[in-house]
């Protein structure tokens, strides 16, 4: 026989997928659907992923706060310049911050306190220093917020300004100067940003406390022998290191994962009840087809590559399919529905946009338990087939 | 091409306490360009010495030989070869691809020797011609009669030019005139020097001129 590809075959076995229309249609749309589904997962938790890591590693490298009883409690703004005093700081910067709970919505915000002439511990917050000019602050307090608090805000008919209650019951009336960009960080979008001079007063929180310290150190490497120098000089601190934070944000982001691991098992059990549904046998009519081929002069071989064709042109199909369905549903549609199971750190739900990766490993991945296994689906029953007596198939 | 049938017996093992002796120590020798008509009734194992002829299933004792080449104890891949090389068989529920075209079904034995377009076309288009199937190249086999359907078999049975035609109860599905058309079929390829072997207890098929021998049989015996 000649070696060159057997077009003919080729044809019968195209032929035969478009003589079982409804099969195929079927098997066409269960396989892209979990390949679709798998894909998704894996691209929604590395895009995910990703956007922690980045996130993390925007965050401040040491975080002290004071303890008392167990209990976290504002700090003296003074320690500042003790710990700015250790070898290896690079700068120190008290922070002002809490969470308002906004009743009417049944949300919490994160208000951050920012001091223009001060350095800002992190790069949104300088961006929004420079955007919006806080030094143009003189009677009437403001404040910038995310995405999310404009719409909570909104949906109240605060669209100027919001009217904070202070702990004494008397009200603090803040106008809204802007908003950030819904794309900035998955954090941003539950954040209010004003003056500290604001939000100590919103908060009650004297001149000469802080709620944190963060403090930058010049060589990343003596991130933790610096933290230990803190915990000596102020023993009745907290201190918590971006290691720290990670391990904290990584434990969120595997228990969301788990929920689509969950999910992955399904997707991944459902596919391996069709391969063994499959594999368990052939139909009276596709035991009769190979019985006839087989009478007729195909050769076992003949038989599986012509089924190899077949299975091979489904599955391939279907996983292209899916995988293109997948990258127009991550990355042009954000994933609708599956995301949610993610996004939201806080009540608010984040309106970040899950950043294009294009994971080779995944595909390679989801093909080779898909593809594969259900050319191999396939095969088996067939070879079964036909290796029997054509005459006892056709009989 | 001469076929040698020796002290063969098949015997179907249905389970292990049921057995079936469709043959039973059956020997029989056909010439090159014979044509030989089995007779009996059904069941009386006629179909089986088609099958072991054809290879379609081997025998439990005996040997079949074809052209001095033993072919019982071929291996499958071999045997398949063999059938596709020198057999041509009509089934008598002609054992079409119903849902394939005339032509598809047609070109089904060529597929394996990967032909070129143009030696297919000629061998399809010739075939189709001499068997009058033509003008339904492109109908699906489901929605032809009784009589095209056969047509169509005896068409893919000769389409690789077998030395030796096969056919199992060919007129069991067809009324007297169709019956009669199958047997000039049967003659014209007689004229090919084809050696050709009938299974039938169609009473059309006895005493015709150009049929060289009448085999009767009978619980799976040469009676």
């Known amino acids: 026989m000649s070696s060159k590809i057997n077009i003919y075959l080729i044809k019968y076995a195209i032929n035969s997928i478009l003589r079982q229309k409804y099969k195929t249609f079927f098997i066409v749309t269960i396989f892209t659907f979990l390949v679709f589904l798998l894909t998704s997962i894996f691209f929604i938790t590395n895009s995910i992923r990703y956007e922690l890591d980045s996130t993390v590693d925007a965050l401040p490298q040491i975080i002290v706060q004071k303890i008392k009883a167990g209990r976290h409690y504002d700090i003296d703004v003074d320690k500042v310049d003790e710990i700015l005093e250790l070898s290896g700081v690079s700068d120190a910067v008290a922070r002002v911050w809490g969470y308002y709970y906004f009743e009417n919505a049944g949300v919490n915000f994160s208000v951050v306190g920012i001091d223009k002439y001060e350095n800002q511990y992190k790069n949104s917050l300088q961006s929004i220093v420079n955007k919006f000019d806080f030094e143009e602050s003189s009677d009437e307090p403001f404040m910038v917020v995310g995405q999310g608090v404009k719409e909570v805000m909104n949906s109240s008919y605060f669209k100027e300004y919001f009217n904070f209650i202070k702990p004494d019951g008397t009200l603090k009336k803040v106008n809204i100067r802007g908003v950030f960009d819904s794309d900035t960080q998955l954090e941003s979008n539950d954040m209010i940003v004003m003056s500290n001079e604001t939000i100590r007063e919103i908060f009650d929180i004297d001149e000469t406390k802080a709620t944190d310290i963060v403090v930058k150190v010049a060589n990343p490497q003596e991130v933790s022998m610096v933290a230990s120098k803190i915990k000596l000089m102020l023993p009745d601190s907290r201190i918590i290191t971006t290691q720290d934070l990670k391990i904290s944000y990584q434990n969120i982001f595997d228990y969301k994962s788990g929920v689509f691991l969950a999910l992955f098992i399904v997707s991944l059990f459902t596919f391996f009840i069709i391969i063994y549904d499959k594999s368990s046998g052939l139909s009276s009519e596709e035991k009769r087809e190979i019985g006839i081929l087989k009478a007729i002069g195909w050769r076992v071989d003949d038989v599986l590559k012509e089924k190899f064709y077949e299975s091979f042109i489904i599955s391939f199909f279907s996983y292209m399919l899916g995988s293109t369905l997948t990258f127009a549903y991550v990355y042009i549609f954000q994933a609708p529905v599956l995301r949610e199971i993610f996004v939201g750190y806080s009540q608010l739900k984040t309106t970040f946009e899950l950043p294009f990766i294009f994971d080779l490993q995944t595909l390679f991945l989801v093909f080779f338990i898909s593809v594969p296994v259900y050319v191999a689906a396939t095969i088996i029953p067939s070879w079964k087939v036909a290796t029997l007596e054509a005459d006892e198939v056709i009989r | ?223």
């Open chain 2, 1 to 223: 091409m001469m076929i040698e049938l020796k002290n063969l017996t098949k015997i179907y093992e249905l389970n292990t306490n049921d057995k079936v002796i469709a043959l039973k120590d059956i020997s029989l020798s056909i010439n090159e360009g014979e044509i030989v008509v089995l007779k009996g009734s059904s069941g009386s194992g006629k179909s089986t010495i088609l099958s072991l002829i054809a290879a379609l299933s081997k025998p439990t004792s005996g040997e079949v030989i074809v052209d001095a080449k033993q072919i019982s104890k071929l291996p499958d891949s071999f045997a398949s070869v063999y059938r596709r090389d020198n057999i041509g068989f009509v089934f008598q529920k002609y054992n079409l691809l119903t849902n394939l075209s005339v032509e598809d079904n047609i070109l089904l034995p060529l597929i394996p020797l990967n032909p070129s377009q143009l030696e297919v076309d000629a061998k399809i288009d010739e075939v189709m011609k001499k068997f009058e199937i033509i003008h339904k190249k492109d109908t699906l086999v489901r929605n032809l009669s009784g009589g095209e359907q056969q047509r169509v078999a005896i068409a893919r049975a000769n389409v690789n030019d077998p030395k030796i035609i096969i056919a199992d109860e060919p007129t069991a599905n067809l009324d007297e005139k169709l019956s009669l058309n199958f047997i000039e079929i049967l003659r014209e390829l007689k004229s090919l020097n084809k050696t050709i072997i009938i299974a039938t207890h169609d009473p059309l098929f006895f005493g015709l001129d150009f049929i060289d021998r009448e085999i009767q049989i009978d619980n799976g015996k040469i009676a």
